[in-house]
Nanobody, 115 residues
């Protein structure tokens, strides 16, 4: 089973960009579907983007065209490139992994969009 560690969060101004990274330990990373979720204060956790082992991607409507999920199976890494950030993107972002459904979670990384 993989374990996940996120990095790359921080404070960014509206309109700015950030790239989140997630390292997955374990030798079977390539077979897992990977996802990025986020949870804002007082709101439910929501799926932002996902990428299957095949490389097929899916995005929440609110981030489509602004965020890009990618994976590097050779490095056991998954990334979330976030552009044109706005205050509604402020949340704790979680990396997730699963086979069929997401059941493995990282500890989360805070993203704050503020001037």
């Amino acid at each position: 089973q993989v374990q996940l560690v996120e990095s790359g969060g921080g404070l960014v101004q509206p309109g700015g960009s950030l790239r989140l990274s997630c390292y997955a330990s374990g030798s079977t990373f390539s077979i897992y579907a990977m996802g990025w979720y986020r949870q804002a204060p007082g709101k439910q956790r929501e799926l932002v983007a996902s990428i299957l082992s095949s490389g097929s991607t899916n995005y929440a409507y609110s981030v489509k065209g602004r965020f890009t999920i990618s994976r590097d199976n050779a490095k056991n890494m998954v990334y979330l490139q976030m552009n044109s950030l706005n205050s509604e993107d402020t949340a704790v972002y979680y990396c997730a992994a699963g086979l069929g459904s997401f059941g493995i979670w990282g500890q989360g990384t805070q993203v704050t969009v503020s001037s």
